[in-house]
């Protein structure tokens, strides 16, 4: 079980060498990437590919304004709050309250932010994992293993055919590894990517899952055989197709936003958009608290998520009328919608 530690630190680097070769192709003459490898003194590396523009009171010209495409590779020891937590979904993992034992954990995962600089361009996020708890006498057991992963997109405006084309992309990927996936994924990133203390979601989602192993789970309560991947293997090969499928699903929108013309106001709305994003982030994001509480986190790669700029505005009327173009995209994020 344990060489799909290699399999997934392979698949995910190899990812991100394609994706940050895809933007940077995009916009030829905007900076490179930054290439960071970094060790974690606890146990573990990392690559963190982020994009960014020296400061200027004059605006860059380039596509994107920001963005992130990260893996890390890590090791450790997980302690007994976190294995208490863990242990919600995955019960095979011991678990003593009287005890200060912790348990060795292996993660690996690709994370995926992408800001663009034109307020028509949507934002898109993507996040593949492996998870794996091993026993502490001997580390070549395997206590208990997960996916995770999800792919989204968060526009300042609403382009129903590019909700649309993303949708139907990532539900092509799901369709071919089981019926039961793109259905309950699309819901449970609906719900997932809420910020309740606005009543809204953060944008027309994707898919989003997590806990995903060979044992029935709560979101697919009725799968059978052929409606989901069971198997180490087969689910492997489910996330990799949604990996797969992140530059086909985003690229295309990319490409037709990014040189769309825009106005002053339509900046406003955009910084104030992801004014909601920093919210989500900052207050609701399981990955980002389990990435601040880990042991060791390297808080710039965490972070990376964040836009460059964002805006809040006390009682703002921008959105409040309902025909406008901001109110058209409030309404579908109070009310998702069904889009493949």
Same mark, same amino acid.
Not at 3 to 9: G, Q, V
Not at 238 to 241: G, L, N, Q, T
Not at 258 to 277: N, V
């Given at each position: 079980?344990?060489?799909?530690?290699?399999?997934?630190?392979?698949?995910?680097?190899?990812?991100?060498?394609?994706?940050?070769?895809?933007?940077?192709?995009?916009?030829?003459?905007?900076?490179?990437?930054?290439?960071?490898?970094?060790?974690?003194?606890?146990?573990?590396?990392?690559?963190?590919?982020?994009?960014?523009?020296?400061f200027s009171p004059t605006p860059a010209t380039t596509i994107l304004e920001?963005?992130?495409?990260?893996?890390?590779?890590?090791?450790?020891?997980?302690?007994p709050a976190a294995v208490k937590q863990m242990r919600v979904e995955h019960a095979s993992l011991p678990y003593d309250p009287d005890s200060q034992g912790s348990l060795p954990f292996f993660a690996a995962g690709l994370s995926i932010v992408i800001h663009p600089r034109n307020p028509h361009a949507p934002t898109m996020h993507a996040n593949y994992r492996y998870f794996e708890v091993t026993d502490p006498a001997d580390k070549t057991k395997v206590l208990?293993?997960?996916?995770?992963?999800?792919?989204?997109l968060t526009p300042s405006y609403l382009y129903e055919d590019d909700a649309r084309h993303f949708h139907t992309?990532?539900?092509a990927a799901c369709d071919a590894h089981g019926a039961a996936l793109y259905p309950a994924l699309k819901v449970w990133c609906d719900e +997932?990517?809420? #910020?309740?203390? *606005?009543?809204?979601?953060?944008?027309v989602g994707g898919l989003f899952f997590d806990d995903l192993c060979d044992a029935p789970h709560k979101r697919l309560p009725d799968a059978g055989p052929s409606d989901r991947p069971w198997t180490p293997e087969t689910i492997f090969a489910?996330?990799?197709?949604a990996g797969d499928a992140i530059l086909p699903a +985003?690229?295309? #929108?990319?490409? *037709?936003?990014?040189?769309?013309?825009?106005?002053?106001?339509?900046?406003?709305?955009?910084?104030?958009?992801?004014?909601?994003?920093v919210e989500f982030n900052l207050v609701h994001d399981r990955g980002t608290k389990f990435g601040l509480m880990t042991p060791g986190a390297r808080i710039e790669s965490i972070l990376m998520s964040l836009p460059e700029t964002a805006r809040w505005e006390y009682r703002s009327e921008v959105g409040a009328d309902a025909e406008s173009e901001e109110g058209k995209l409030l309404e579908v994020l109070k009310k998702p919608r069904r889009w493949a």
């Open positions: 079980m344990t060489a799909m530690r290699d399999k997934f630190a392979e698949y995910v680097t190899n990812l991100q060498d394609s994706i940050v070769d895809a933007f940077e192709k995009l916009d030829p003459n905007a900076p490179p990437f930054l290439r960071d490898q970094w060790e974690r003194p606890e146990g573990g590396y990392g690559i963190s590919c982020v994009f960014s523009t020296p920001k963005a992130g495409v990260n893996i890390s590779v890590i090791h450790g020891s997980l302690p208990a293993w997960w996916f995770g992963g999800g792919s989204d992309t990532l539900k +997932y990517f809420f #910020i309740p203390h *606005r009543g809204e979601a953060r944008g489910f996330a990799r197709a +985003y690229l295309p #929108i990319l490409e *037709r936003r990014a040189h769309a013309e825009s106005t002053d106001a339509q900046r406003r709305w955009q910084l104030l958009r992801r004014g909601r994003y």
